[in-house]
């Protein structure tokens, strides 16, 4: 193929693209802002789902060494009241569909499946001009310059690339996280990791809720969650960590101690993560040259399935122009005509999760949705 394709962003989604069109003899190449591959922490465990992350992974050929990194009993589900009582548990036998997996280790194995010059560390992009016929230019902060035959922002929610397609901006939802972690949680925080369990945690109730998830070596990981004004969040000065976390755990007076010390204990800054969505409509019409994965594509209130969808949306516009080489047009019309509905509909699902976790009937809400997952599965 003799179009030059720059992917912004080396998150799941731009690396998967790069990665199917490297396993069909198609070059490209990423810029990311970022300095190296270790300059921010990874944190976090994925659920990677059987009908898009690991469709993905399976046409990058990867799904082998997937299978390597998934945490054992990680997918067990547990929801508690405010209390501490048991609402509902449901234990890893090992048969879910959506096993769990390090983010880090995921984006290693793509990273390493790739040519060793494919990712351009340190190229934040801080201009893109339209040349015409579907040409693009890049300039970047450090001075460097490129043009592309084929431009695709995979660039997260914030990206630069989304301008070139769409006026639409990320828009506060109305709810914060804050995100904690506690460390060798079976020796030195036992009531809070007996709380979380072997997996998944999750205490709602109206308007707040601690979500927490047992991650390998005993680590705790909490997303406290609340539904905020954004002001509410921008008060708090998280350059002052304990008064910061006494400030979201006075949110929680009264709720069993066990919840409550996965932010009272919490042993790193705690990270505040206002949740932004864009329309869950997006889209946009055809431009030439240019297109859209993942977040920048249709970011959407955590549901579980960002990630997924980012790395399936990379693999599908890579065989869009496997199957469509030498008419990027056709290819990017082919992409984009599912790319948004698909992208609609699990928008559309994240508002409802979302309400469900924290809206008037929680727990009962969450409680409901999970056994009926329980009893598809
Ligand atoms: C609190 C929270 C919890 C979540 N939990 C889950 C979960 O459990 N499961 C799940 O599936 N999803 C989850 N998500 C969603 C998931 O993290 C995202 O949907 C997913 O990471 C999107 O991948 P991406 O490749 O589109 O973008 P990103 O992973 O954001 O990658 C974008 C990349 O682009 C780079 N970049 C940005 N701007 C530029 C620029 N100008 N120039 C060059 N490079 C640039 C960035 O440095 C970054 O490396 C969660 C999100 C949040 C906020």
């Known amino acids: 193929m003799d179009t030059s394709i720059a992917i912004i962003g080396a998150g799941l989604g731009g690396l998967t693209l790069a990665r199917v069109l490297h396993v069909h003899g198609i070059a490209a190449t990423i810029y990311e802002a970022e300095a190296s591959a270790d300059a921010r922490a990874q944190g976090g465990m994925l659920d990677i789902h059987e009908n898009n992350g690991q469709l993905a992974l399976k046409a990058a050929g990867l799904f082998d060494r997937f299978v390597e990194i998934i945490h054992p009993g990680g997918q067990a589900t547990r929801v508690l009241d405010k209390d501490g009582a048991v ?18 280790a995921l984006r290693r194995i793509l990273l390493d ?26 300039t970047f902060a450090n001075g460097a310059t490129v043009t592309t035959d084929l431009l695709v922002g995979a660039d997260g929610a914030w990206s630069k690339i989304r301008a070139l397609v769409s006026d639409a901006r990320p828009t506060y939802v109305g709810t914060s996280f804050i995100e904690t972690y506690l460390f060798d949680s079976d ?17 709602m109730t109206p308007g707040k809720g601690i979500a927490a998830h047992r991650e390998p070596d005993g680590v ?50 705690p990270v505040p993560r206002p949740i932004h969505a864009l329309p869950v409509e997006h889209r946009w019409s055809r431009v030439p ?11 959407m209130a955590p549901s579980g399935e960002g990630a997924n969808l980012a790395m399936f949306d990379g693999a599908e516009l890579a065989k869009a ?6 008419n990027v047009e056709v290819a990017l ?9 698909r992208s609609a509909f699990e928008a559309r699902e994240a508002v409802g999760i979302l309400d469900i976790c924290l809206g008037s009937d929680a727990p009962q809400s969450l409680v409901d949705m999970l056994a009926n997952y329980q009893a598809v599965e």
Not at 87 to 104: F, I
Not at 289 to 299: E, I, K, Q, R
Not at 321 to 326: M, T
């Open 87 to 104: 609402l509902l548990d449901h234990p890893d036998d090992g048969s879910g569909g959506r096993p769990e997996v390090p983010r880090g």
């Open 321 to 326: 122009l496997i199957a469509n080489q030498g």
């Open 289 to 299: 040259g240019v297109t859209l994965l993942g977040d920048a594509a249709h970011l």
């Open 220 to 269: 705790l990981h909490t997303y406290v969650q609340l539904n905020k004004p954004k002001d509410w969040i921008d008060s708090i000065d998280f350059s002052e960590p304990a008064t910061a976390l006494a400030r979201v755990a006075e949110e929680f007076d009264g709720w069993a101690v066990a919840l409550k010390a996965l932010i009272t204990d919490g042993e790193t800054d």
């Open 187 to 203: 020796t030195r925080h036992k009531a809070s990791a007996a709380a979380v369990g072997g997996g998944a945690l999750f205490a």
């Open 113 to 138: 499946s790739l040519p060793a010059d494919t990712v351009r560390w340190g190229h934040k992009v801080t201009e893109v001009a339209a040349l015409g016929g579907g040409r693009h230019g890049l």
């Open 333 to 341: 019309l082919a992409y984009e005509k599912e790319l948004f509905p």
